[in-house]
Nanobody
Framework: QVQLVESGGGLVQAGGSLRLSCAASGRTFSRYTMGWFRQAPGKERESVAAISRGGNTYYADSVKGRFTISRDNAKNTAYLQMNSLKPEDTGVYYC???????????????WGQGTQVTVSS
């Protein structure tokens, strides 16, 4: 398994931007699909975006056109650029690594500890 550490969360006003980073350990990062997920208080964890090892990207409808997932295999890091943030984007954001190009969280085997994103209105 790979170890993941998220960073970049914080407090931002509605309409603002944040970029989350997910640093991975190990030499197999490039072989993983990387996903971003979030969980708001009192709600279930939901999928946000994923990027396959080949660079194909997938997004939840709620973030299409506002969020961009990317990866830098040389740096063993995945990113989530979040623009036009809304209060409903508030939650703990987790990155995860898996072997299948999917947004199903059950298919991911390694998870980070999460980073808090709070969007004020």
């Amino acid at each position: 398994q790979v170890q993941l550490v998220e960073s970049g969360g914080g407090l931002v006003q509605a309409g603002g931007s944040l970029r989350l980073s997910c640093a991975a350990s190990g030499r197999t990062f490039s072989r993983y699909t990387m996903g971003w997920f979030r969980q708001a208080p009192g709600k279930e964890r939901e999928s946000v975006a994923a990027i396959s090892r080949g660079g194909n990207t997938y997004y939840a409808d709620s973030v299409k056109g506002r969020f961009t997932i990317s990866r830098d295999n040389a740096k063993n890091t995945a990113y989530l650029q979040m623009n036009s943030l809304k209060p409903e984007d508030t939650g703990v954001y987790y990155c995860a690594a898996g072997w299948i190009a999917t947004m199903n969280p059950n298919q991911y085997e390694s998870w980070g500890q999460g980073t808090q994103v709070t969007v004020s209105s």
